[in-house]
């Protein structure tokens, strides 16, 4: 995916509260390995009330369990930042 289409997801994502291009964002981060990406996009997707598989929650899970409490709680705050800026 280019950064352009990337950076269309975002606005979608966040700006607009689509929820598909959520997922897609997910999706990306998942399949390129990402781990505080894909953790923050994880939790703006539930925020969306987006629909999530296991897939999804596996991989966030196992994220989720190689950070430390403090780095979880940083990612999660910066989420609810990233969350708060989209208007929800």
Do not use: F, N
């Not at 969306?48 to 966030?60: G, I, S």
């Not at 899970?61 to 929800?88: F, K, N, Y």
Request: charged share 25%; hydrophobic share 45%; proline share 2%.
């Amino acid at each position: 995916m280019s950064r352009s289409q990337t950076s269309e997801l975002l606005k979608r994502a966040y700006a607009g509260g689509d929820v598909h291009a959520a997922v897609a964002l997910l999706d990306l981060s998942i399949a390129l390995g990402h781990r505080k990406i894909a953790l923050i996009r994880y939790l703006q997707a539930q925020h969306l009330d987006a629909p999530l598989d296991a897939r999804h929650h596996e991989y966030v899970r196992g994220v989720a369990a190689r950070m430390s409490p403090d780095a979880l709680a940083r990612i999660v705050g910066e989420a609810r930042v990233r969350a708060g800026r989209s208007g929800s």
